[in-house]
C-alpha cells in the first residue's frame, strides 16, 4: 500500500519562505501525477500547483511567481517551495499522487502551514 508522507510545514512570518516535501513510500507507476493541494478553515480544498512525471507545471494564479513545484523521480518525492509567503497562504497543505495508468490516488496526510507576525 503507498503512503504519501508530507513534511515541512510551519510558522513562519509575512514574506517568508517554506519548503514542502512529500515522498511516496513503496513502488508506483512511472506515468504519475504529482499535486499540491491546500484548504483554509471553512474553504473548499483547492489545486496550488501540479507536475507530470515529464516535469511538465501547472499553478493556481495566486501562487505563480511565488510557489516553485519540483519533483525528484528517483526518490519518487514532490518538492513545494513556498516564496513570498502571505496570510492568506496560511491552510492545511496536502500531497496528492495520481498513478495514471491505474487511475489511483493516493492522499498525504495534510501539514499546517500558517503565516503571521
Known amino acids: 500500500q503507498v503512503q504519501a508522507v508530507e513534511s515541512g510545514g510551519g510558522l513562519v512570518q509575512p514574506g517568508g519562505s517554506l519548503r514542502l516535501s512529500c515522498a511516496a513510500s513503496?513502488?508506483?507507476?512511472?506515468?504519475?501525477?504529482m499535486d499540491w493541494y491546500r484548504q483554509a478553515p471553512g474553504k473548499e480544498r483547492d489545486l496550488v500547483a501540479s507536475i507530470s512525471s515529464g516535469g511538465s507545471t501547472t499553478y493556481a494564479n495566486s501562487v505563480k511567481g511565488r510557489f516553485t513545484i519540483s519533483r525528484d523521480n528517483a526518490k519518487n518525492t514532490v518538492y513545494l517551495e513556498m516564496n513570498n509567503l502571505k496570510a492568506e497562504d496560511t491552510a492545511v497543505y496536502y500531497c496528492r499522487i495520481y498513478e495514471v495508468s491505474f487511475r489511483r490516488t493516493y492522499w498525504g496526510q495534510g501539514t499546517q502551514v500558517t503565516v503571521s507576525s
Open positions: 513503496g513502488s508506483i507507476s512511472r506515468l504519475n501525477i
